[in-house]
C-alpha cells in the first residue's frame, strides 16, 4: 500500500524552528518528486515546496522562501521541511504529497494525513 | 500572481448532478487536477489532466475542459460525495495554485 506519513508538528513560538518527516512506503521513493502543501484549518489549500528526485531542483512559494527548507534522503524513503524564523500565519496542517509519474504530470496523488504546526505564544 | 476561480459553494439534491466550475487565465495550455476532501481527512485526487479518473474513483466522477474554465461534473449525487473540491493547477513557471476551494451540500 502506498503510503505517507508525516510527523514533527506541534506549538511553537513566533521566531521558533521546526522540522517535519514525512515517511514513504509502498513505492519506489526515490523516482518520485514531493510536495509539502499547507492548509490553515477551516481554509483552502496552499502549495509550499517541491523537491525532485534527487534532490537537485527544489522550488518554494514565495510566502516561505528564505525560511523553509525542504529536502529528502532517498535512503531512508523520508521528506523533510526545515522551519525556520516561524510566523503566526505559518499556523496550519501541512502535508506531504507524492508528484505524478513524470515530470510533466502535475498532479498530488497520494497525500499524508497532515501534521498541524502551532505557532503561537 | 495566477489564481484560479471557483464558486465558493454548490448544492444539489441526492441524485441530481454537480457541477464545479474552475475558471483560469492558463487553463487552455495547462491541464487541470481536482481533489475531494472530507472534513479531518486529507485531500484525495479524483480528476487528473481535465477529465482522467484515477483507478478507485467512481464513475460518476467526470472532468471536462473548455477555453479557460475547467468543470468537475458528479452525475447521481450521493450523500457520501458531499465535501469540499478543489481545483489544482500550474501557471506558466510551473509554479502551482489550487482554487480557493468548493463546498458541495447534498440537501
Known amino acids: 500500500e502506498v503510503q505517507l506519513v508525516e510527523s514533527g508538528g506541534g506549538l511553537v513560538q513566533p521566531g521558533g524552528s521546526l522540522r517535519l518527516s514525512c515517511a514513504a512506503s509502498g513505492f519506489t521513493f526515490s523516482i518520485y518528486w514531493m510536495h509539502w502543501v499547507r492548509q490553515v484549518p477551516g481554509k483552502g489549500l496552499v502549495w509550499v515546496s517541491r523537491i525532485n528526485s534527487d534532490g537537485s531542483s527544489i522550488r518554494y512559494a514565495d510566502s516561505v522562501k528564505g525560511r523553509f527548507t525542504i529536502s529528502r534522503d532517498n535512503a531512508k524513503n523520508t521528506l523533510y521541511l526545515q522551519m525556520n524564523s516561524l510566523r503566526a500565519e505559518d499556523t496550519a496542517v501541512y502535508y506531504c504529497a507524492r508528484h505524478g509519474d513524470t515530470a510533466m504530470d502535475n498532479w498530488f496523488d497520494p497525500w499524508g494525513q497532515g501534521t498541524l504546526v502551532t505557532v503561537s505564544s | 500572481s495566477y489564481e484560479l476561480t471557483q464558486p465558493p459553494s454548490v448544492s444539489v439534491s441526492p441524485g441530481q448532478t454537480a457541477r464545479i466550475t474552475c475558471s483560469g487565465d492558463?487553463?487552455?495550455?495547462?491541464?487541470a487536477y481536482w481533489y475531494q476532501q472530507k472534513p479531518g481527512q486529507a485531500p484525495v485526487l479524483v480528476i487528473y489532466?481535465?477529465?482522467e479518473r484515477p483507478s478507485g474513483i467512481p464513475e460518476r466522477f467526470s472532468g471536462s475542459s473548455s477555453g479557460t474554465t475547467v468543470t468537475l461534473t458528479i452525475s447521481g449525487v450521493q450523500a457520501e460525495d458531499e465535501a469540499d473540491y478543489y481545483c489544482?493547477?500550474?501557471?506558466?513557471?510551473?509554479?502551482?495554485?489550487f482554487g480557493g476551494g468548493t463546498k458541495l451540500t447534498v440537501l
Open positions: 489544482q493547477s500550474a501557471d506558466s513557471s510551473g509554479t502551482v495554485v
Open positions: 489532466k481535465d477529465s
Open positions: 492558463a487553463l487552455p495550455k495547462q491541464y
